[in-house]
């Protein structure tokens, strides 16, 4: 063996984690003397995650034969999906979202929309399963988490999921307790980037079926209804008189030129409008893969001696 490391021993896993440990700290003791590109509120699980995601995603690269790598669109997707739930959660910013409503709505969209949909169109999970400890593999693997994952994994519980972990917390009640509480204001984040990843897992997933459990137009189906309920809620936001959200009244807006009036628009407008927009782009999305998939499975069909061949118009043949 010489000088090399026990096998057990992870250098790089064991410096996530005793960078956690440090940043936590630092935020405890010394958080007034940070850059702005720590955390203002230390969360183990978003730090942890987008550091282990990114290590076991260099790892599963590094491990992938050259010609199986995915091309440099969706790695960037990838990339800035991860990144930006990084900066929305775990840096200064943080603090501008719990002062300005419309700032955490940013926030909310961010970790809850955007992210979500730029890693599911990255779909890095071959990549992923190659860089993960073989026993988190297994573990994934297990009959457990397989029935799990087929339900959460369906496109109405994952709807439904999306749906709630996203309205939820903009009843103005809820919202006011999660977002004096650290512990209810963790759960919060969490919950909204958990039902954002599995719902988007859900609809963009780009293989065809039986790869996939559901058809492409069932995905596109559910990533395009849930709009509605979407813009029903930010709606109500945007455009009522009453004032939903007191907590920013009463912790102090940042920007005292922008009135609670404005500011609750605003932030109805940023969960109205671009989550709308995602939704239409993700029904193209999912309605060009079922092209794409229809013109590949044409190509190795054989055609029996003396059948008609039709026109298809769809696929633009």
């Not at 290590?55 to 669109?73: N, Q, S």
């Not at 026993?135 to 799990?148: F, H, K, Y």
């Not at 977002?179 to 859900?202: E, H, K, Q, R």
């Not at 945007?238 to 807006?253: E, I, K, V």
Request: net charge positive; with cysteine; glycine share 6%.
């Amino acid at each position: 063996m010489g000088n090399r490391l026990p096998r057990w021993v992870d250098p790089a896993s064991a410096g996530i984690i005793i960078a956690a440990i440090l940043v936590d700290l630092a935020c405890r003791f010394a958080p007034a003397n940070l850059p702005y590109f720590f955390p203002f509120i230390f969360n183990a699980p978003v730090f942890l995650g987008c550091w282990f995601t990114l290590l076991w995603y260099l790892r599963g690269f590094a491990r992938t034969p050259v010609a199986e790598r995915p091309g440099k669109v969706r790695q960037s997707f990838f990339l800035t999906g991860l990144a930006l739930i990084y900066f929305v959660l775990q840096t200064k910013f943080e603090y501008l979202t719990q002062h300005m409503f419309f700032l955490n709505r940013v926030q909310a969209v961010s970790i809850g929309m955007v992210a979500p949909f730029f890693i599911a169109i990255g779909w890095m999970s071959e990549i992923l399963a190659r860089g993960i400890p073989a026993w988190l593999l297994t573990a994934c693997r297990s009959n457990t988490v397989r029935r799990i994952g087929i339900v959460l994994f369906h496109p109405i519980p994952a709807m439904a999921l999306f749906l709630i972990t996203s309205d939820v917390w903009l009843i103005p009640a809820i919202h006011f307790d999660a977002m004096i509480d650290p512990t209810l204001y963790a759960i919060m984040n969490l919950s909204c980037l958990t039902g954002g990843m599995i719902f988007w897992l859900v609809v963009l997933d780009p293989r065809p079926t039986p790869l996939s459990r559901f058809s492409y137009l069932t995905r596109a189906g559910a990533g395009f209804l849930v709009m509605f309920p979407q813009i029903a809620v930010s709606a109500y936001i945007a455009l009522t008189s009453t004032d939903l959200y007191s907590f920013y009244t009463l912790c102090g807006r940042l920007f005292p030129s922008i009135s609670p009036a404005y500011d609750q628009m605003l932030g109805g407008l940023i969960q109205w409008i671009p989550p709308g927009m995602m939704n239409t782009a993700a029904l193209i999305i999912s309605l060009n893969a079922l092209r794409l998939s229809d013109i590949k499975t044409q190509k190795t069909v054989i055609i029996p001696p003396g059948a008609k061949i039709y026109k298809a118009t769809w696929l633009g043949q």
